[in-house]
């Protein structure tokens, strides 16, 4: 399966509750909880601090579209430190203008699917049309299958949520 049948599938599967249900638990385990079962039927629970070995630290310039992944299981900001620093350094920006430059992610591991499932970072309050942009860029890039504008929808749906349309998958 390549990214774009994966993504497709990730959208599809959010139409239906046992889709979402089915994403809910693979988010979970790709973020490094595990479920455990309780008097009031079981609940989710970290393991640990941290998210694991699972999850890596992503940043995207949407100026030229480099981007970085960090390692997973390290330093989560690493990949975005990094190309904020670069900026600074060849002088092209100040901190405050590289730090609001480059966006910040996470890419998570789930068993279940080849590709990390991409959030990015402050995504709710992301211009709707530029999150559009990015995520398909993070596509493109095969970076992972983003999963911010969903979850966004998820939250300001209703009754049933306005899908995204993946442009380059239709």
Same mark, same amino acid.
């Given at each position: 399966?390549?990214?774009?049948?994966?993504?497709?599938?990730?959208?599809? #599967?959010?139409?239906?509750?046992?889709?979402?249900?089915?994403?809910?638990?693979?988010?979970? !385990?790709?973020?490094?909880?595990?479920?455990?079962?309780?008097?009031?039927?079981?609940?989710?629970?970290?393991?640990?601090?941290?998210?694991?070995?699972? $999850?890596?630290?992503?940043?995207?310039?949407? @100026? *030229?579209?480099?981007?970085? $992944?960090? &390692?997973?299981?390290q330093d989560h900001?690493?990949?975005?430190?990094? #190309?904020?620093?670069?900026?600074?350094?060849?002088?092209?920006? *100040?901190?405050? =203008?590289?730090?609001?430059?480059?966006?910040?992610?996470?890419?998570?591991?789930? =068993?279940?699917?080849?590709?990390?499932?991409?959030?990015?970072?402050?995504?709710?309050?992301? @211009?709707?049309?530029?999150?559009? *942009?990015?995520?398909?860029?993070?596509?493109?890039?095969?970076?992972?299958?983003? $999963?911010?504008? $969903?979850?966004?929808?998820?939250?300001? &749906?209703?009754?049933?949520?306005? !899908?995204?349309?993946? @442009?380059?998958?239709?």
């Open positions: 399966m390549n990214i774009y049948e994966e993504h497709q599938k990730f959208v599809l #599967m959010m139409q239906t509750p046992e889709g979402k249900k089915e994403f809910e638990r693979a988010w979970h !385990l790709a973020s490094n909880y595990r479920w455990e079962e309780n008097e009031i039927g079981g609940s989710w629970l970290k393991n640990g601090a941290g998210a694991g070995n699972k $999850v890596a630290g992503i940043a995207i310039d949407p @100026e *030229t579209w480099e981007f970085l $992944v960090g &390692a997973y299981g900001d690493w990949a975005y430190n990094r #190309m904020v620093d670069d900026l600074c350094e060849n002088g092209a920006q *100040t901190p405050d =203008e590289a730090e609001r430059r480059i966006k910040k992610g996470w890419a998570s591991k789930s =068993e279940e699917w080849e590709f990390p499932f991409v959030t990015i970072n402050g995504a709710f309050f992301i @211009e709707s049309d530029f999150l559009k *942009t990015l995520e398909d860029k993070i596509l493109e890039l095969g970076i992972g299958v983003p $999963v911010s504008s $969903v979850k966004i929808a998820l939250l300001r &749906a209703e009754d049933k949520p306005p !899908l995204p349309r993946c @442009e380059i998958c239709d």
